[in-house]
RNA sequence: GGGCGCGUAGCUCAGUUGGUUAGAGCACCUGCCUUACAAGCAGGAAGUCCCCCGUUCGAGUCGGGGCGCGCCCA
């Protein structure tokens, strides 16, 4: 049999240059097509990635490439596995971020009623252009600018995403705002419509004054803000009787429809039933009782107003209450008349007078002006003073905020697009526990968010970049919509734009017209696209077979904190579409904290950006540090595990170049301690492999890299590398070269899925030509199989007692303070009876590891079975130096 | 206020159905240039497993209560 082919040491590079090899690796799995998914593979075969779209405005931060490093150490254990990966990468491009970044980079706001100006071309704005009003632009050439500016920032992420390694397949590469996407949302619009799970109503709902636009539940947060409690007298009609209500929104008194109290409150059961006054506007409005209103909070009795908060909304619909609505869309309050069958007032002079001092402010400066005005005893309802009691009473109270917003959020009525969940939150909990979690606790948030669901997803935002909703309103005689007979479009005509789009059966002419038709100017929420990436990535109406073959997709790997957005409207669209799960398995990534514990956010200057990271400690180093946190565990950024991912780099160099360096042909593996330790390293391919299949790849490596560090290189490679080369004994030596070499083909390609750059560089020196698979991401994920040649060691301990007899020569060695390579001219071990028969198969290898020339062997009962003792240890005089 | 998670060596973290003396790496201390590797090797020191109560022959692990931290939601 031929030699085995071996490198030579001197030739190759002391360690691996990743600033070179990645660029030059990344480049051959392209030209080879290493990632391809192949649609002719059955779905068996086939394991199917729902990637998350990054967010293409802005930076990455070091998150990033943590939860996608998972993500992709799993996608190359399951291709070393046999399977047909189909592993997209799209951008989600959609919505407020962009819209943002285009304003501010180029001072310009959007008015969709402009023309187009083709002629237009922008610079970002310098600091001169910024001191005056902003550009005014057509809503396609603010488009346009949104579309220049996410391609800036996806080339951007792409290089990086190559960097890091992720071996995704980039001919799928799609954004959420192309052609395609707008089309698979409109048609999913069109499938939710033609189903009966959407509507539209207008309706009191959240809204913001900033972005002037409405919102759903998961945009929304609390946010605790300061504010006061102002205690105001209202009157009670036809009565000396008064009250005192309690309010955080003075600003809405003028928008007071009613009072309320707990049905059960003693102190108000003569008012139930009567007509409260409001002071400064002098409203009759009704008093009734109400168990929401609690008995606790402020004075007990609360005034309703149109809108301050979603109790409001209920009162509002429950009571049939009047609707006075105060505050304008742009959040400053509207120009009124108090007097009229909107706004009654038994004083509307007075009421009038007061409102010109507020109408037009917005809500802060009206909640001012508002609190001295109450000062004034003039403006009493009852005569008995001021209406304000007292100062204001400063308060810390959570206020919802639009999680992108700066001032807290109103509620409004407006129009907008619905679709029905709420009716359906047995089913989705039905289909999130079809699914499996991992870790399975992340289920919980699911299940949380789902039961506590009170709002009907609305769709709609009053937005201009993102995919528009494909519907056209006929217009009556008088120009008015009818909202109930929108007009969809037909899937021929999608994508479509019903701004500038026209129904089937009309002319442009007819736009806007009595008669005719108007477009729907809103868009969609992001989520409403982002929602469908595991049917962007299959193709689903656009291309059935295709999407047999790809839907449901195997893994979603996100982050927790949008497990109720992301997650849940996935979750929700593959219901209501098919009523399928959109995948099996959620692998959900925990957070990377700062090195104290806080999340990493803009505002708070802590974010870390992944280049110099991969730079300074390489992709293999950074995917490590990823590889080590367990799924859904939050983690704090701590440099030293780059550092260490940087020295297993390193040892594996090293290891190979030893052990692909030694001489000696393929052989019978008959050698005990060979035998013995190849027995471990089968059982710990079983092990790993059982926990990769339970995603918990973190362990596969921890304990791939334990076994390689202390089992290998620090031991098996120790004991066997004098026998490796020893030409007084081919058999033996053969034996451990080709362990040797075996064992490392096994680690590399455990260790491949984490590190895939300097991996795939030691298998290309040998083993991808020896073994005819010239890429280790192409090779085949080590099996108990490959081990049935190998025949079972006499002593399954044999090797682990090797090593404990070496580590008690090594000691002997650090107490008299020589090296580990000093000459043992003799020495006396001693053990156990039954250790010392065990110890003989493998004793010489231990002998000639630790270069002892000399020795004698006593049995010692006083010794615990399994340990040794080292006496009268002889070292050889340290050799001169040269 | 509710849900979920976390709390183990100075630091970052393992610790599987309860089972000898609780582990790793980093940092620290002592040696050692040894024919793959000083980005290394050998050896060493270091813990009231957050606290209390309980179940058990036995608790870091299970149950109850409390404290602290994080996220999500009211």
Redesign the pocket.
Known sequence: MAAFRTVD?QSLPR?FDPSEGEGRWHHAWQEAGLYHWDENRPREETFVVDTPPPTASGSLHIGHVFSYSHTDILVRYQRMRGRNIYYPLGWDDNGVPTERRVQNLFHVRCDPTLPHDPELALEPASAKVRKKPPLVISRKNFLDLCAEVTAEDEKAFLELFAKVGLSVDWRTEYATIDARCRTLAQRSFLDLHDKGHTYTVEAPFMWDVDFQMALS??D???KMRPGAYHDIEFAVDGSDRSFVISTTRPELLGACVGVTAHPDDERFQDLFGQTAITPLFHAPVPIFASDKADPEKGTGILMVCTFGDQTDVEWWREQGLALRQLLGKNGRLRQVTFGDDEFPSRDADRANAVYAEIAGKNVEQARKRIAELLEDPAHSATGNGPPLQSPPRPIEH?VKFYEKGDRPLEILPSRQWFVRLLDKKDALLQKGSEIAWHPP??E??FR??TE?LSLDWCVSRQRYFGVPIPVWYPLDAHGEPDYDTAIVATPDQMPVDPMTDVPAGYTEAQRNQPGGFAGEADIFDTWFTSSMTPQIGSGWVLDPARHKKLFPADIRPQS??II?TWAFYTIAKAMLHEDSVPWHHVNISG?I?DPD???MSKSLGNVVTPLPLLEEFSADAVRYWAA?A?LG????L?E??F??G??LI??LW??S??VLSQEGQPGPITNELDRAFLRELRTHVEQATKDAEAFDLA?TL?DTE?FF?SRF??TY??LA?TRARDEGDPAGRDSAVTTLRFALSVLLRMFAPVLPYVTEEIWSWIYGEERGEPFIHGAAWPTAAEFDQIEAPADSGSFDLAITAL?AI??A???A?????REVEHLELAGAAETMVRIEPVLSDVLLASRCHGHAVTSDDGIDVGSFQVRDARFAP??DKK
């Not at 565990?633 to 704090?636: G, L, P, Q």
């Open positions: 040491p360690h539940q998961a929304v947060e609390d959570a606790h992340m919980s948030r949380d968010w506590n927790h904190e109720r957070w904290l514990r806080k999340k080590n367990r565990v939050d983690t704090a701590d030293s595990v550092k260490i940087k020295k390193t040892k090293n290891a170049k030893f362990r921890q334990r560090w290189t620090d490679l120790e590398k580590a090594n000691k060695k650090a107490d303070e020589v090296s580990m390579g340290r050799p």
